[in-house]
């Protein structure tokens, strides 16, 4: 088994439904992995993508880490049984690489690390969920708790629109939502949060800072939100910023949402010891595509639960079928789901069925990317080109 050709596109990811708000730029990378293994008696294609929030990675792939994949042998790609082990693959990826400078190759290698699994699994020829159950020895399930994200700022009446989209978050079948706050005054934020709380109650409402709030005013952004008993507060200042974050937990009562930012075990594991969290509330937000693939999102896992922590803390960033696949497959807490957004990556498979804050999970082989109409037409070009 060999990888016979990797081909790698820069494309545009809107965090908007609404293509006539500028989505801040943001880009992703799409990658194909063609690999010597067949299936039908057509070559097994990987597809991948670098999650959503950031930005694409296609020159680390092209330059650094395709090449290594490309001329790895069938030996060091492969399982006892003879297919392809992710994990192998892996090792593959890094070698040779320092510790530390973390940067953005963990992103890079998160893309590629995706699209061999999901060969993996259609070499299996099972759902990525079935292939990690299987793997990591975790019970089956057939659906995951899932909540809905969005709630980012409108130009334009942005109170009346953040509502239409958390009524059509629950008309869907969520019935927890996550909102954007960060951007504007406090005294704005909450009355973003009023108007939420107005339709959702607090219990089922996170609300997400991105990172943005000084040291300062995150603690005072926490002081103000404390009253409204949130799902969870997340991200509220710099991801590194330890110190910060343990002034929160000391001061914050209600759940703290943390890790989305956090790009390896390293940095993971210097939030679990630095940053004062509690193993029986907060919430870990990692997106295993970011912090270096999924044998590093496990590693994670394992540190934390070495530590005391429950792997149902976990709700893996990202809110698509990467995503939802791991939190099946790796038995965590829920997935977060982006149904309008991040198109055309965000939410899971077409007519994916969410009912009562669950969704169900795909059966075609491998994530299923390929499976969305939207997605299909792109998938097969860049596996062509
Ligand atoms: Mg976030």
Not at 203 to 229: C, F, G, K, T
Not at 313 to 340: K, T
């Amino acid at each position: 088994m060999r990888i016979l050709k990797i081909n790698a596109r820069t494309v545009e990811i809107s965090r908007y439904a609404d293509a006539s708000v500028p989505g801040g730029g943001l880009t992703t990378t799409v990658v194909a992995v063609v690999t010597s293994a067949e299936r039908g008696g057509r070559p097994v294609t990987g597809y991948g993508f670098s999650s959503i929030g950031r930005f694409a990675q296609t020159g680390l792939i092209n330059e650094r880490f395709a090449p290594r994949l490309l001329a790895a042998t069938d030996r060091d790609l492969v399982a006892a049984d003879g297919t392809l082990d992710p994990t192998r693959a892996w090792d593959v990826l890094m070698k040779d690489e320092k510790a530390g400078g973390h940067g953005e190759r963990c992103v890079a290698v998160g893309t590629l690390d995706m699209a061999l699994w999901d060969a993996a699994a259609k070499v299996a020829d099972v759902p990525l969920h079935m292939l990690l159950q299987r793997r990591f020895a975790r019970a089956q399930t057939n659906r995951v708790a899932v909540y809905a994200a969005g709630g980012y700022d409108f130009p334009t009446n942005d109170i009346e629109r953040l509502c239409d989209e958390i009524r059509e978050f629950l008309d869907a079948g969520y019935t927890m939502v996550k909102i954007k706050i960060g951007k504007k005054a406090l005294a704005e934020d909450l009355k973003r949060i009023e108007a939420a709380l107005s339709i959702v109650s607090g219990a089922r409402l996170a609300v997400d800072a991105m990172n943005r709030y000084s040291p300062r005013a995150a603690l005072e952004a926490a002081h103000a939100i404390a009253p409204y008993a949130l799902r969870w507060f997340e991200d509220a200042s710099d991801p590194l910023d330890f110190d910060t974050h343990a002034r929160l937990c000391a001061s914050y009562e209600p759940a703290l949402g943390i890790g989305e930012a956090t790009f390896s075990l390293p940095d993971a594991r210097n939030l679990l010891r630095y940053a004062g969290m509690r193993p029986a509330r907060d919430r870990l937000i990692f997106d295993p595509a970011h912090c270096y693939g999924l044998p590093e999102y496990v590693r994670i896992i394992e540190t934390f639960e070495s530590a005391g922590w429950n792997r149902q803390a976990f709700f893996p960033h990202g809110g698509h079928l990467f995503s939802l696949h791991v939190a099946a497959g790796l038995g965590l807490g829920g997935s977060e789901a982006n149904p309008r957004i991040f198109q055309p990556f965000g939410g899971f498979e077409d007519g994916a069925v969410v009912e009562d804050g669950f969704a169900s999970l795909p059966s075609i082989p491998g994530i299923g990317f390929e499976g969305r109409a939207a997605l299909k037409p792109l998938l097969v070009d860049l596996a062509t080109q």
